[in-house]
């Protein structure tokens, strides 16, 4: 994928044929689009090339899928905990501790590892803390962050012109 400019996030077959491919753009790396995200383009790229070398490789798929990591993004590899140190995350352990293996908080980086700055129910910090190596993990993932003010309000639409309505009446 480095080859395309994107990196390979996570790859997996499934039942049936299909083949699941997500991929990210290389953080500090300037694209033409000036986007931050995996557009549609890039994914339409991605697949023409990936169908091309698929079939040259010989490789058996029914159908293939290529997408963005998308807003719960999954932390895969030790260059995905450093990347987002300091974000929200679900992390879900291998065995559970103290009964459970669900958890939510804030991730650091800790001296043999990683830290889960644990959250309350509310969201709050509770002031625990989870440290924890990547072999212990089963699952981590981003919590989606989900910002509308950016998006500022819609202006009212403009009537039309007196006689350029079509001869409507309201």
Not at 37 to 43: N, S, W
Not at 77 to 106: E, T
Not at 129 to 154: H, M, N, S, W
Request: hydrophobic letters at 40%; aromatic letters at 6%; charged letters at 30%.
């Amino acid at each position: 994928m480095s080859g395309l400019d994107f990196e390979l996030v996570d790859l997996e077959r499934s039942a049936g044929g299909l083949l699941r491919v997500t991929i990210d753009r290389i953080p500090g790396r300037e694209y033409p689009d000036g986007a931050e995200a995996v557009t549609v383009d890039d994914c339409e790229r991605v697949t023409r090339q990936l169908q091309y070398v698929l079939q040259v490789a010989g490789v058996d798929y029914a159908r293939l899928e290529v997408s963005s990591p998308g807003l719960d993004r999954p932390l895969k590899q030790p260059a995905h905990y450093a990347r987002f140190a300091g974000a929200r995350i679900d992390l879900s352990l291998k065995q559970p501790l103290a009964g459970r293996r669900n958890f939510r908080g804030r991730l650091a980086a800790a001296e043999a590892g990683w830290r889960l700055e644990l959250e309350d129910a509310g969201g709050a910090a509770s002031g625990q803390a989870l440290d924890f190596t990547l072999d212990e993990v089963r699952e981590a993932r981003l919590v989606p962050v989900i910002d509308f003010k950016g998006r500022g309000a819609r202006a009212p639409k403009a009537r039309p012109a007196a006689g350029l309505d079509g001869g409507r009446k309201e």
